[in-house]
């Protein structure tokens, strides 16, 4: 990944190619050892990502604790953003907006499928539709901006 | 259960006490055995919780992950709302919007402290200060709904 | 309107048809004389509209105000959910959360493209993608939630 | 208001006089001669502001449309922020977040006071809590952000 990369912008104009998911891949499991969501797909604007649910996730009412989907949420975003800005550690969540639309099931993962809605130099902006593994009903909807460093 | 003091309604009509700090304690204890989160103080429409910071709760720049003040704002949400409504497990949240201002320590233990903007039979709505422990800048702010479950 | 189509359960559950556009555009003209936003669609948990943009919609930078296309998001979200509950004139908005991501054209209409994430009985959820008329590039993005009052 | 205004870590720095009242007003009713919000004070990291309400400004339910509520919110960030930072008219809204809460007097103006959060280069943050004239209980509340342009 070359100097240029440090905008969408300047990824536009000169054609860089995207960021691989295994360099990704590579990036989060030695910055983040903890996470326990695992990248399914990273794409043009979009990422897909996975979290395991086990006992410690669930809380009364025998579903998913509303933290463990906002942090899906945020992971989904972080990964379409490296995806397409490269691998810029500082790029950091500015606003996260969760709305918790059904019950997700107690026994499948959680699902994360981020879509950017803009790239621009300083602000990148995408939402996030959660859905328990195996089924098409959302159970969360997410919007985030996350903040990219200026270039040094 | 009680068949009272199942709405801010009931208890503002008929005066009873607000539950206490140790029944909420012992109810969180019980169900979410895994929260990192203590409580530090639950007032009349408030509520302080706290939550310690380890190296896992960490992300590159050595700040603290913002999944972790997600849930420290959604946890003083949820002590609020037990505080002045009672008991209701069931009660979820719907909505939560979260901005993050500024870098928190990555050696401290972060506070969130919780005030009730509205009380109503089917939603309440608060919103959350986090701070890093011992200082007086606001590292985030979140604004969060909870729905109520009908009374059976 | 018959007595049943209070809320989407019913209306789902005994195939009632859904509010007829025409049906709307006579409420909102009487209800809301003033509003300046025209019905362009309503269809299954979708509804599309318009505002005319002049002058008085600008503001420096020779761009539209936010406050026009807030109130575009909140019209089409109340549009799209009138189309799928019927005429409840007291369904009122509880939350709204926009971002602005481009500039919009200075000398086009606003075009509000709604879906609904979730019809509940009590709370409508929404998302609004909001454009410049003749463009595919989305100027902001919206979600709110709407409150339908319990039936008599 | 010389040159270095443009920035709050410029003014925090060196001292600059925020900017008055008057100047904002002799900027707002230039720029903005159709708005109906008038300036009731500018101070540290604050403003208030007030929109009378008309019959045009009331939806069904005799309440005041969520549009009007919206519009304060953002006219009173915007005029904390050019108090704070001084007349720079580029910065622009990028996102809204609001919650409304008890329905506001339909007689009555509606009074927005908001308060920064973070006064950052590139960023500001604030909330604004809306009452009805006369009444101290909110009607709504909001949080929102507004970008600043860079230094030429």
Redesign the interface.
């Known amino acids: 990944m070359g100097p240029d990369y440090g905008t969408a912008d300047a990824a536009a104009t000169i054609g860089l190619a995207m960021t691989s998911q295994a360099e990704i891949e590579a990036f989060v499991g030695e910055?983040?050892p903890?996470t326990r969501c695992t990248i399914q797909a990273v794409g043009k604007l979009t990422a897909t990502v996975r979290h395991t649910i086990g006992a410690?996730d669930l809380?009364?009412?025998g579903?998913v604790r509303?933290?463990i989907m906002?942090?899906v949420a945020?992971v989904a975003l972080y990964i379409a953003i490296l995806g397409e800005i490269g691998i810029v550690?500082?790029t950091?969540?500015?606003?996260?907006?969760?709305?918790?639309?059904?019950k997700p099931a107690a026994s499948r993962a959680i699902i994360g499928v981020c879509r950017l809605?803009?790239v621009g130099r300083?602000?990148v902006?995408g939402?996030v539709a959660l859905y328990s593994e195996g089924s098409e009903q959302?159970v969360a909807?997410a919007?985030g901006?996350y903040?990219i460093p200026p270039k040094r």
Chains 1, 2, 3, 4 share one sequence.
């Open positions: 910055q983040f903890q410690e809380r009364p009412g579903t509303g933290g906002m942090e945020d550690p500082l950091v969540t500015t606003s996260l907006n969760i709305n918790f639309l059904r809605l803009k300083a602000l902006i939402e959302m909807h919007v901006t903040s």
